[in-house]
């Protein structure tokens, strides 16, 4: 039997206790994140299998590798598409509203996953220029779920535990990226024991098995498999109440859908109460009123968001990289091609089962005691400690017999990044904007992110050619350091209502 709720929409949903439906929002919209981070993160395993593939060089010593523009490309230009599906598709989540365009986002992904696995020619130009085709709208797509699944949580959860379901959400980013490691050591493992080949040095052509194709294709398409799983349900959610009632203003559709979702009787009056209790001044993103109310706190979260970015996106697209260079890693010329991309993947996937996961998930349990302004600072504060302390004594961590100390703190990096500002810069843009623009604001926020993505992913190669991996180590600490300074623009959301957070919920004071 529901319960009585009377009085306020918004009010029931700040007060209301978790319910199951709460949990199964959680996981609707966090396997569009698992999808996402899978896509994102499981080309930087392939890329060396693509090299030795496609780039062959016979009689050379080392085995074939992406020419430096190619391989940015290939790991950076689904950025480029996430940066654009960000934008468009959180202004377009304020226009038409979330649940009209959740589902579209799904679709894209999922027939981009597949494609890129298709990814059609023989000859390396037209494969690498396919792949890249797909993988930009691959990323368009993914760009789209980060403002719709931040703002739609954020307006379904109650105040009191509002950041935990919106962080739930984001750390299923992690599972993704662990599930992207352990599928490409399975699949690798499954085809080096059906089709059995030589390391590099003893016989550099047989290395690369003609079945090598089919894994990295393999391991692509099996990115669509969670988002085709939640299709179904994501299409079956309602539209949230806050869209409904404060943007779209049809109290009656409002109140209907969130008798039924939380389990509570409440009458259209009631949601007619909410709309003449908020604020009748509709300013514009582009208004002088919104600059003064919010301009800094703008400001603030896509500037956070742009240098983390920075930071996380290049340490993760180039682990390989940094794990060859401190001896980690064997040389390539010691595996064949298969080997070799397991052997990435078993590093890849010790660091995020010991540091990126279990990072999200401390944020999910200590976000609302904490607040996301503690943990933004001590994240950007631990990031720029580690990175210093890797590059300060750079050397000596390349010695035999100091790898696993590198590797300790690299993983702390990981942790606090994770436990840091990687989850409050997605958390935070979808709390403390008003509906109507909420959906836009996280867009702008989450594009300036990726961004500093494409930065990360197309220069930190370049810098460490020409600066070396000890000052691009120390550039990362500098980036994090500046990144804790602009964290003091944003206000500290826990606790309080979204409407409280924006200035919705009385008249505009300016």
Known sequence: ????????????????????????????????????????????????????????????????????????????????????????????????????????????????????????????????????????????????????????????????????FVAAVFAMQGFGILAAGCVSLIVSAIFDHKFPSPAYMVDPSASTVPQADYVWRIILMLGAVPALLTYYWRAKMPETARYTALVAKNTEQAASDMSKVLDVDIEAASAEHDLARVSSDEFGLFSKKFLQRHGLHLLGTATTWFLLDIAFYSQNLFQKDIFTTIGWLPSAKTMNAIQELYKIAKAQTLIALCGTVPGYWVTVFLIDWMGRFKIQVVGFSMMTVFLTCLAIPYHHWTLPNNQIGFIILYTLTFFFCNFGPNATTFIVPAEIFPARLRSTCHGISAASGKAGAMVGSFGFAALVKAVGMRVTLLIMAGISFVGLLFTFLVPEPKGKSLEELSGEAQPEKI
């Not at 896509?39 to 890329?47: E, H």
């Open 1 to 164: 039997m529901a319960n009585k709720e009377q009085g306020s929409v918004l009010k029931a949903l700040d007060n209301k206790k978790a319910t199951w439906f709460h949990v199964t929002t959680v996981i609707i919209s966090g396997m569009g994140f698992f999808t996402d981070s899978y896509d994102l993160f499981v080309i930087s395993l392939v890329t060396k299998l693509l090299g030795r593939i496609y780039y062959h060089n016979p009689g050379s010593s080392s085995p074939g590798s992406l020419p430096d523009g190619i391989s940015a490309a290939v790991s950076g230009v689904a950025f480029a598409g996430t940066f654009i599906g960000q934008i468009f598709f959180g202004c377009l989540g304020d226009k038409l509203g979330r649940k009209r365009v959740y589902g579209l986002t799904l679709v894209i992904m999922t027939l981009c996953s597949i494609c890129s696995g298709l990814s059609f020619g023989s000859d390396p130009k037209t494969v690498m220029f396919t792949l890249c085709f797909f993988r930009f709208w691959l990323g368009f797509g993914i760009g789209g779920d980060y403002p719709l699944s931040a703002t739609i949580m954020s307006e379904y959860a109650n105040k009191r535990t509002r950041g935990a």
